[in-house]
């Protein structure tokens, strides 16, 4: 019944209602569901994360949904590993999930296929690569709404990843020197640069007049306090998903 009012909230884009049922769906341990509805149940969890910004705990309930499906053999599985990259490739983990024993038998299906070439595009921080492989696989990947409607997203989530490993070897540098590099208008790479600093990713100025990106140089304790600080956020990451894959 539960498994009901959530694909009627889903169609109908009732937000609250889709997350006050999944998380009642969450808590009963009297009965044990079959894996296609529990399969069901947790990729609407995703799904609902996704429109949360939540790629961690979309993430984890992607691949307890993959697992689902896969144990009762239904052929949504594949469409819900595509999901599950998508949420990875977003929460920028370093983990390709197309990588697990899980994944291993899918990998010659032509969705899964098409899907690799955009992880592929997308881990070398090749942006013309990435937009030709979206042109070239739109059945798999643009085709589909739910995917559609993130494509933005990770965009510039790529563009973003390409511009911070494109400014590590410059103390100053053009900015429209940058957005030929990522095929982009030099305004759009002002915006993406000034995101960056603003995330404490990049420390930098902008001289908009002379349109030059000015990177500060890192003291050996700021390397230090960067690198710890990143190790903290990687490991909370961690801890998340194993706490929401738990549950």
């Given at each position: ?27 009963i341990k009297s009965a044990i569901p079959h894996p296609r509805i529990m399969g069901f149940i947790r990729e609407c ?8 910004c939540n790629w961690e705990q979309a993430k984890a309930n992607f691949f307890d949904a993959f697992k689902n499906y ?178």
């Amino acid at each position: 019944i539960h498994a009901m009012y959530l694909a009627m909230y889903a169609a109908r884009e009732e937000h609250k209602r889709l997350k006050d049922t999944y998380l009642q769906c969450m808590t009963i341990k009297s009965a044990i569901p079959h894996p296609r509805i529990m399969g069901f149940i947790r990729e609407c969890g995703g799904k609902m994360y996704m429109g949360e910004c939540n790629w961690e705990q979309a993430k984890a309930n992607f691949f307890d949904a993959f697992k689902n499906y896969d144990e009762a053999g239904s052929p949504q599985r594949v469409q819900v590993l595509k999901y599950l990259v998508l949420a990875s490739l977003l929460s920028e983990s370093e983990v390709n999930p197309l990588s697990g024993p899980e994944a291993m038998s899918y990998v010659n299906d032509p969705a899964i296929v098409a899907i690799t070439a955009l992880v592929a595009a997308f881990e070398s921080q090749d942006v013309v690569r990435f937009e030709h492989t979206l042109s070239q696989n739109t059945e798999h990947i643009q085709d589909d709404p739910f995917i559609a409607r993130y494509i933005a997203d990770l965009r510039r989530t790529l563009r973003m990843q390409a511009l911070e490993s494109a400014v590590l070897p410059y103390t100053r540098i053009r900015i429209d020197s940058l957005a030929k590099r990522l095929d982009i208008a030099p305004a759009d790479a002002e915006q993406l640069l000034v995101a960056l600093i603003l995330d404490k990713r990049l420390r930098a100025n902008i001289d908009q007049e002379q349109g030059i990106l000015a990177v500060k140089q890192d003291t050996a304790e700021h390397q230090q306090f960067e690198a710890l600080n990143k190790w903290a956020t990687n490991m909370e990451s961690l801890l998340r998903s194993a706490i929401a894959t738990i549950g």
